[in-house]
């Protein structure tokens, strides 16, 4: 159900980031147009690309490529004769064209490449911090005071999870130790881990209540 409504957000997200850089292109396109004066083609070829650019740093490939092919058409309609028709007379200008839209295609790419790899890096650097936070705490517990449910808690909190469970197999039975957001996790979450009747590797722990 949770992977079901993160995938859910995304294909939101990225199609309000299609919707809002075709539009972008689409104003470009009116802006350029009206300033016919000033501008010309090269000039909103580079505005395109600057929008596919864009549209790759905050958005993902898809939405990227898909601006590429919105802002492809858009220069082929306005601005490559016949003006006002997707057919093209000149040679020359299918080069451009082309030249234009593999110029886009591999901007998006790099630019998507690049930005989800920074995403990577602050992802990682911030799992490092996490725990060597952790690390740092689980040494500072005294062993007379560290208990598995403790461990949870502070993994939940440190590692900013709603839930968090620690399964011990020992006495013939599974032990559950606890550390959540919320008072009560929800089923699904609870007991999301298949626990196995009968381990490889059984290591006997005594209950929580039993230690010093």
Known sequence: MMIFASRHRTALRRSGLILAFAAAILCA???TLEYGTITNAPTAAFSFLILVLLSAFFGDLSVAITTSVVATLCFNYFYLPPVG????DVF???ISLVAFLLTAVAISGLASSAA???GRASSLDKTLSQLTEFGGWLLSVPDDRLTLTGIAEEGARIFSLEYCSIRVY??????RYIGAAAPDAPPATANWLPLKDHPTNVIELVDEDELG
């Open 85 to 88: 028709t997707f057919h093209i």
């Open 116 to 118: 989800k790899n920074a």
């Open 29 to 31: 396109t009116r802006l």
């Open 92 to 94: 020359s200008d299918w």
């Open 170 to 175: 020992g006495g013939g039975k599974w032990h």
